[in-house]
């Protein structure tokens, strides 16, 4: 990354922590965004915690938004962008392993950044770019290792979804795991039961798109993460094997069509997008093994997203790792597909020449389940140029091959 775009996220929140310290009050970018400009990596959102109260920020600043005001963030409004600024904090014992029982506002940089997960974590970070470094993160970040703050255990009791999150930034940055930190994991995986589905969601997604996916996947089945997660724990997760990143959807679809458990995805509580496009990927990983002939192909490429086959198609490895039956890379691949898509003549049915209501009004006859079946056999007809997309051709081929 070049030297100016590492620095000019921290650059455009700096007027923000000035006029904080303007007001007398300490201010430090902190968390995710430090550790990623110290690894020269790219940044993408700027965290910000404060000595100020709450209170204090919205006096401070014109344009702010409450969105965590009891555990002390506000969301500033500057230059048409939002920046979380968080009190510096201490917090009581956690509730079943996922909440704190009670937020005290403190006014010290360490008791703060003390209550973090990790070590790379909890580092802050001035305007001047000076580090203050209580944990060794940065050594840590060195050595490329993940390590928590204080003693392992204590921190994973205090909120399960650290265990996610350490697998999560294993695979991400393509750190080992120190062995204490990896054995509280271990010993206490059994408490990510008591957490929402949508948090631990939210890690998986980054988890296994990471491009040290196959350690951290291999860790989560090490210490049977997978049977305390809903949808999860219905599966053989020792039959799922992934070596390489994969996005979400296709990661879940691979489950399905690996081992088909009806009306599953309720339990991962996603968009009803989601669920969507994890059906049309089990569809085509069973589908596009048996493309065997050119009018196969013209059929899929006409009923799927180019982009979807695509992303089936890059998984090929780990499908055929998984005991899944792969397409035949002589028919169908990366140019043959988008060849096929080029020579469409249409690409949906609203593009036909005729509908529905022309075919009853032309038969003279009242609509039925027949009329989905002959507006399919048209569609087919015309994608695989046995007759031309007009009116006059199609009712022809009505008339000769309709009987009602």
């Not at 059906?279 to 589908?287: A, G, H, P, R, W």
């Not at 093994?289 to 196969?296: I, R, T």
């Amino acid at each position: 990354m070049k030297t100016e775009m590492r620095y000019e996220l921290f650059e455009r929140a700096k007027p923000i922590l000035n006029q904080i310290q303007q007001h007398g009050f300490e201010a430090y970018y902190v968390g995710g965004s430090v550790r990623d400009y110290l690894m020269g990596r790219e940044i993408h959102d700027i965290d910000i915690t404060t000595s100020a109260t709450p209170d204090e920020i919205e006096d401070i600043f014109d344009k702010t938004i409450p969105i965590g005001k009891e555990h002390g963030t506000i969301n500033v409004v500057y230059n048409d962008e939002n920046y979380e600024v968080t009190t510096f904090r201490a917090e009581e014992d956690y509730v079943d392993h996922r909440r704190p029982s009670e937020v005290h506002f403190v006014r010290d940089l360490y008791q703060d950044v003390q209550r973090r997960d990790f070590t790379i974590n909890a580092i802050a970070m001035d305007t001047n770019y000076n580090t203050y470094d209580y944990f060794d993160g940065e050594d840590d970040i060195k050595a490329k290792q993940i390590r928590t703050v204080g003693v392992a255990r204590e921190r994973f009791e205090e909120d399960a979804l650290r265990i996610i999150r350490g697998l999560r930034f294993q695979s991400q940055l393509n750190f080992q795991i120190v062995n204490e930190t990896f054995e509280a994991m271990a010993t206490q995986i059994s408490d990510i039961q008591y957490l929402s589905i949508e948090r631990i969601v939210v890690e998986l997604k980054k988890l296994i798109n990471g491009i040290n996916v196959s350690e951290s996947f291999k860790n989560m089945k090490e210490i049977q993460a997978f049977n305390y997660i809903p949808f999860f724990k219905a599966f053989n997760m020792n039959k799922v094997f992934i070596n390489e990143p994969l996005s979400f959807e296709i990661w879940i679809a691979l489950m399905l069509a690996q081992q088909p458990i009806e009306d599953s995805l309720k339990a991962l509580k996603i968009s009803n997008l989601e669920k969507s496009n994890i059906q049309n990927f089990v569809n085509l990983i069973k589908i596009l093994p048996k493309v065997e002939s050119k009018q196969d192909l013209i059929t899929v490429v006409y009923d799927y997203n180019l982009s979807d086959i695509e992303c089936v198609l890059t998984a090929n490895d780990t499908l055929k790792e998984n005991g899944l039956e792969i397409a035949n890379p002589l028919i169908i691949n990366a140019t043959s597909i988008k060849e096929t898509d080029a020579q469409l003549p249409i690409h949906t049915r609203k593009e036909m020449d005729v509908n529905g209501g022309d075919i009853i009004k032309h038969l003279q006859v009242k609509s039925g389940p027949w009329l989905k079946d002959v507006l399919r056999q048209i569609e087919l007809a015309i994608i695989t140029q046995q007759m031309n997309n007009t009116k006059l051709e199609i009712l022809e081929w009505v008339d000769a091959n309709v009987k009602v």
